[in-house]
C-alpha cells in the first residue's frame, strides 16, 4: 500500500507518517520511482508508534522500544559516557509513565464511585416515575 493508503487506515496524516519515516520510526520499501510502500504489519507499527508518543516518549524513546519489542537491532551508546544518559532518560521515563498511571487509577476510582452513586439515585427515582405513571 502507498503512504495515503495507510494514513487513512491509521488516521495518521502523510506528513506524520513521513515524519516516522525521516526519524526511523517506519521502514517503507521503495518503489524504483521512490514511493514508500507499506504492508499490513506497518499498520500495527503506526499504531504502537502513535499510542507511545500519545503516552509522552519521544521520538527517540518510541524507536528504542519499538526496536526492542520487535526483537529488531538496537543502537545503544558504546561508551558508559553515553548510557548513563539513556538509562537516566529510560527510568524518568518510568517514572512519568508510573505517575500516569497512578493519576488514570485515582481517576477510574473517583469515576466508579461516580457511577455507583448516579445509580443509586436513578434506582431510587424509578419507582416513584411508575407509580406516578400508574396513577396518571
Do not use: F, W
Not at 491509521?10 to 514511493?35: A, F, I, N, W
Not at 504492508?39 to 502513535?50: A, I, K, L, S, T
Not at 548513563?84 to 473517583?110: C, N, Y
Amino acid at each position: 500500500m502507498l503512504i495515503g493508503e495507510l494514513a487513512e487506515k491509521t488516521g495518521t496524516t502523510v506528513r506524520m507518517l513521513r515524519y516516522y519515516d525521516q526519524h526511523g520510526l517506519l521502514k517503507p520499501r521503495r518503489t524504483e520511482s521512490r514511493y514508500r510502500v507499506y504492508d499490513e504489519e506497518d499498520v500495527e507499527r503506526v499504531r504502537n508508534v502513535r499510542c507511545l508518543i500519545s503516552s509522552g516518549l519521544n521520538v527517540r524513546l518510541v524507536r528504542l522500544v519499538l526496536a526492542h519489542a520487535l526483537g529488531e537491532e538496537v543502537e545503544l551508546p558504546a561508551d558508559e559516557a553515553g548510557c548513563v544518559p539513556l538509562l537516566e532518560m529510560l527510568r524518568e521515563e518510568l517514572t512519568s509513565v508510573d505517575e500516569r498511571i497512578a493519576g488514570l487509577e485515582r481517576t477510574r476510582t473517583h469515576l466508579t464511585r461516580l457511577v455507583g452513586d448516579v445509580e443509586v439515585i436513578m434506582a431510587e427515582k424509578r419507582p416513584a416515575h411508575h407509580e406516578q405513571a400508574a396513577h396518571a
